[in-house]
């Protein structure tokens, strides 16, 4: 079965660091692109970043750009978030989802049920 | 960035009636593939998006065939043959062309 499973998230406060990391098992995780997206409850998903299968591109919103870092480890099957200087308007919760196809980006064919950072003094 | 758009935002529905969702986008989603990177999402409450159809047309495994997507450019149109009850939630398109890879607003579907 193919699963994503996010850890990391809670509460901090402004200005400080979190980083997120997602386990992921039942593909071969390093012939897909692989995505952080991140909701706030009520609202719609919002693409966070993303990072191509040998880390070769990483992609990021406006938002973050700067303060946040997308990594991965294909040894580990395994992706990360490196958040700093967080924002109150970070707040949201994030997952991390899986590339439909192995080439660039495509959309995401499998999600994780999400880790929720609050950000918050 | 692409922008986008989604109608109408609320869809009241009824069992086994058809439906429709209309998505457009700024700027056109046809690569030089000739795919169309638009892919369509249902949230269900309190579950992670899922994966209904991708590059325009093509259906997701395991989604039932009631659904269907159809259009290119940007216009595109989400269809449920025979809407059921388990088909509520919130209906998105996603833009795959470019990042940023973004979303339209979404249409809530309920009975």
């Known amino acids: 079965e193919v699963q994503l499973v996010e850890s990391g998230g809670g509460l901090v406060q402004p200005g400080r660091s979190l980083r997120l990391s997602c386990a992921a098992s039942?593909?071969?995780?390093?012939?897909?692109?692989m995505h952080w997206v991140r909701q706030v409850p009520g609202k719609g998903p919002e693409w966070v970043s993303g990072?191509?299968?040998?880390?070769?591109?990483?992609n990021y919103a406006d938002f973050v750009e700067g303060r946040f870092t997308i990594s991965r480890d294909n040894g580990k099957n395994s992706l990360y978030l490196q958040m700093n200087s967080l924002r109150p308007e970070d707040t949201a919760l994030y997952y991390c989802?899986?590339?439909?196809?192995?080439?660039?980006?495509?959309?995401?064919?499998?999600w994780g049920k999400g880790t929720t950072v609050t950000v918050s003094s | 960035d692409i922008v986008m758009t989604q109608s109408p935002l609320s869809l009241p529905v009824t069992p086994g009636e058809p439906v429709s969702i209309s998505c457009r986008s700024s700027?056109?989603?046809?690569?030089?593939?000739?795919?169309?990177?638009l892919n369509w999402y249902l949230q269900k409450p309190g579950q992670s998006p899922q994966l209904l159809i991708y590059?325009?047309?093509h259906r997701a495994s395991g989604v039932p065939n009631r659904f269907s997507g159809s259009g290119s450019g940007t216009d595109f149109t989400l269809e449920i043959s025979r809407v059921e009850a388990e088909d509520v939630g919130v209906y998105y398109c996603?833009?795959?062309?470019?990042?940023?890879?973004?979303f339209g607003p979404g249409t809530k579907v309920d009975i």
């Open positions: 989802a899986k590339d439909i196809s192995s080439g660039g980006y495509s959309g995401y064919d499998v």
């Open positions: 039942g593909f071969t995780f390093n012939d897909y692109a």
């Open positions: 990072i191509y299968w040998n880390s070769g591109r990483t």
């Open positions: 700027q056109s989603l046809r690569h030089s593939d000739e795919y169309n990177y």
């Open positions: 590059l325009g047309s």
């Open positions: 996603m833009q795959a062309l470019q990042p940023p890879l973004t």
